[in-house]
């Protein structure tokens, strides 16, 4: 694990990024983030946490995960050459572990042994649930019953791993209920639970800590660009829910010049139907989930329920570290529709025997947009975040197959 | 002084806590709000919270939830919540109105302009969970600013640092969370709260009321031997769920009458 530093100097120490970030929790939670911020900027600064997460990520995650160049795919869009870092080949299929055990390893120093989450997708669920079973910590996963339906493999593997999931009611019964009932849980259970963010949102120092830990995607990519085509890349494109994994490939970025950084959001059924989860280029800031950030809200400051066909995504709000590279310009965030993402998740698959997760679909679909505008000699860089096998019933009933 | 600082001083002349109920505003419909606040104030209440309804209601249990979630079906919006107050205030210009909310609907509306739109309709504090001291210190000084009392929690496992912290941006009173965990929930460590209220009065220099988990007659009697004030939110929002439209007003009276007639036996200064 390498802290990426100097020029780029955010969160200040009270966590913000600009005017996004803070720590915009009840009283409540304030001393738990106290004792986390304390905790963790200790195993920041400590070479044997730092030594004992890289052991972690080599032998039990299966780092460095490869760089693969997509050459049929590339050759048939006709322009820049997309490259794939290979995040699904991660142990549990998608970066998300990178995080589960860092944060898990804080939460065993912390001597706490209950460890709680929240998930969309499942992705993040399973892999806190994996590390849990792995270090031996009790583990309960709250997950939107619209998610539990929509995702039942996903619930199936938390439960053979040993972890209790939750079904949450309340809301639109998506990620963003089952992050309240999650912090909800964290608040009643402090004393000796630790709750594991999935995202780079949050409180401070989740933010910064969950981006500390997905920053060994980029880091690896500035050491494998060069060697396999003699440079850093022209853009580096990532999907962004939450944006653990833009942030994670973004940010070590941040200071090479010449790389356009790109955001990739859902645009669900189009940007126009108002049925998205474009909170970067729709949304407006607001304070949600302890944090300050852009949101998808009415004129009331109600939080408005979105759409995507990938459950990773259909979130509306954003890391806050996001809404700052998207105000300071350095980070620039488009959107996708379901259906683009859809093309590009079978172009995947038929071209280069890869089934990419639906959340990576949407920063695919957006290369192969870009790619065919520029020339041959430039170069995509994709976080293919994770793999598909979780939506195999989500594709098939959008093609009309049940099984 | 405040109308909220100068309840609290006239009761404490009289050696009497205050009782501070909390119902959400639109629940269960926008036009009985007006009605259930005059109930309370029948019933003995000194002053309101008036809960704001918020998509996302963290800090609180399923109860007030579920409240929340029933105003924003009726279409209640802070806007309409201040309307509230101005038509409660043509039949009662005395009792304070706390509007207790989370920061969103406030920042979506613009602080400066929720601020004179509140003073406008007469409120008299706000509690505003998720901003914590640290977020919000010019947000408390624009409503002290306008006359409105900014009113912070305290927790059980708050620091003497934090006691400094919220002493410093608040005023009116310190609302104390006498549990770990969020509105609704069950137990109550009695000897944990009197052992932490004198400590908080002692360096805050604000009158302290005691919030989540007080549910009766008895837990608020026992509350009122060591705080200056009792909060009751979550056994209102029962009551309002549990009565027939014809009984709500004259049942959420009957209860909070109970709790007045305990509080009220509690003789003498706060310990």
Not at chain 2, 168 to 181: C, D, Q
């Amino acid at each position: 694990m390498q802290m990426a530093d100097a020029p780029y100097r955010f969160p200040d120490p009270s966590g913000h990024f600009g005017p996004y970030g803070g720590v915009f929790v009840a009283e409540t939670l304030i001393p738990a983030l106290d004792e986390l911020r304390a905790a963790y900027e200790a195993c920041r600064d400590d070479p044997a946490f730092i030594a004992e997460f890289d052991y972690e990520l080599k032998h039990y995650v299966g780092r460095p995960s490869p760089i693969y160049h997509a050459r049929r795919w590339s050759d048939l869009l006709g322009g820049a050459q997309i490259y794939l870092k290979r995040e699904d080949l991660n142990h549990t299929g998608a970066h998300k572990v990178n995080n589960c055990i860092g944060q898990a390893m804080v939460a065993r120093r912390m001597g706490k042994p209950r460890v709680i989450a929240e998930t969309g997708a499942g992705q993040h669920g399973v892999a806190t649930a994996t590390v849990a079973a792995r270090y031996g910590m009790e583990c309960v996963v709250y997950m939107g019953s619209e998610d539990v339906r929509r995702q039942a493999a996903n619930v199936y593997r938390m439960k053979l791993l040993g972890a209790t999931v939750v079904p949450v009611e309340s809301g639109s019964k998506t990620l963003k209920d089952a992050l309240n009932e999650a912090m909800r849980d964290w608040v009643t259970n402090v004393h000796n639970t630790f709750y594991i963010i999935g995202t780079v949102a949050g409180p401070h120092p989740y933010p910064l800590m969950v981006r500390d830990f997905q920053t060994v995607i980029g880091q690896e990519c500035l050491l494998q660009m060069p060697e396999m085509t003699g440079r850093q890349p022209d853009c580096v494109i990532a999907c962004v829910g939450g944006g653990s994994n833009a942030m994670g490939i973004f940010h070590p970025y941040i200071d090479v010049p010449d790389v356009r950084l790109i955001g990739v959001e859902a645009a669900g059924e189009g940007m126009e139907s108002g049925r998205h989860a474009a909170s970067l280029t729709a949304g407006k800031p607001g304070v949600l989930h302890g944090n300050r950030t852009y949101l998808l809200q009415d004129d009331d400051g109600q939080i408005i329920e979105t759409h995507s066909i990938s459950a990773g995504l259909d979130y509306p709000g954003v890391g806050p570290e996001h809404a700052w590279l998207k105000d300071s310009g350095r980070a620039e965030y488009v959107t996708v529709t379901d259906q683009e993402a859809l093309k590009a998740f079978h172009d995947l698959c038929r071209l280069e025997g890869i089934i990419p997760a639906l959340e990576s679909s949407h920063a695919l679909a957006y290369a192969a947009r870009l790619a065919p505008t520029l020339p041959k000699d430039k170069i995509l860089l994709v976080n293919l975040s994770g793999r598909g096998d979780k939506d195999m019933h989500t594709v098939a009933e959008k093609s009309g197959i049940q099984f | 002084m405040s109308k909220i600082q100068s309840t609290f001083q006239r009761l404490q002349a009289t050696g009497r806590r205050a009782l501070i109920p909390f119902i959400t505003a639109g629940d269960p419909a926008p036009e009985l709000t007006v009605p259930l606040m005059n109930a309370l104030v029948e019933g003995g209440a000194d002053i309101i919270e008036l809960g704001v309804p918020f998509s996302d209601p963290m800090a609180d249990g399923p109860t007030i939830q579920r409240a929340s979630e029933r105003a924003l079906a009726n279409g209640m919006t802070l806007r309409r919540v201040l309307d509230t107050v101005r038509e409660f205030r043509t039949g009662n210009a005395e009792t304070p109105v706390v509007l207790m909310g989370y920061a969103n609907p406030i920042e979506a509306m613009g602080v400066e302009r929720f601020v004179s739109a509140a003073r406008e309709a007469q409120v008299d504090g706000v509690l505003i969970v998720d901003y914590p001291p640290e977020e919000c210190e010019s947000f408390a000084q624009a409503a002290k600013d306008a006359g409105l009392d900014p009113i912070f929690l305290l927790a059980p496992t708050s620091t003497e640092q934090r006691f400094r912290d919220v002493a410093r941006v608040g005023s009116g009173y310190i609302y104390y969370v006498s549990l770990k965990g969020v509105t609704g929930a069950a137990t109550l460590d009695f000897d944990e709260v009197a052992t932490r209220i004198p400590q908080i009065r002692a360096q805050v220099g604000m009158p302290v009321g005691v919030g989540f988990g007080i549910r009766d007659a008895e837990s608020a009697r026992r509350i009122g031997e060591v705080a200056d004030a009792v909060v009751i939110g979550s056994r209102i929002i029962e009551e309002i769920e549990r009565s027939p439209r014809d009984r709500l007003t004259a049942n959420v009276t009957a209860f909070l009458r109970e709790v007045r007639t305990a509080l009220d036996q509690v003789e003498g200064a706060v310990r």
